[in-house]
Nanobody
Framework: QVQLVESGGGLVQAGGSLRLSCAASVRTLSNYAMAWFRQAPGKEREFVATISRSAGNTYYADSVKGRFTISRDNAKNTVYLQMNSLEPEDTAVYYC?????????????????WGQGTQVTVSS
């Protein structure tokens, strides 16, 4: 059973930064493409960023491109989301997701495992 645990969320002022972490309880993280999604109150879950198994490819939602960076440390079984220049519109619960032995993907229904989420609140 794969478990994903997110951390690093919190309250930050607009223009500030946060780094989210996702710790995965897997034997070999490099077998999994990883992604971050988010869900704001009253809205559907949306794609934020994804990273391939070897970290050779990354993809971002247009709304975060240039501000957010996804990365991974396979030796530590951890994926990160560095969020800079945060805006109130970034306020949401952020979820980490994993898919086994497949390519990175923007579609939420392609992912096999999900974390419980971490709240990010950006004040204006």
């Amino acid at each position: 059973q794969v478990q994903l645990v997110e951390s690093g969320g919190g309250l930050v002022q607009a223009g500030g930064s946060l780094r989210l972490s996702c710790a995965a309880s897997v034997r070999t993280l490099s077998n999994y493409a990883m992604a971050w999604f988010r869900q704001a109150p009253g809205k559907e879950r949306e794609f934020v960023a994804t990273i391939s198994r070897s970290a050779g490819n990354t993809y971002y939602a247009d709304s975060v491109k240039g501000r957010f960076t996804i990365s991974r440390d396979n030796a530590k079984n951890t994926v990160y989301l560095q969020m800079n220049s945060l805006e109130p519109e970034d306020t949401a619960v952020y979820y980490c997701a994993a898919k086994f032995n497949k390519m990175a993907d923007r579609r939420a229904d392609e992912y096999d495992y999900w974390g419980q989420g971490t709240q990010v609140t950006v004040s204006s």
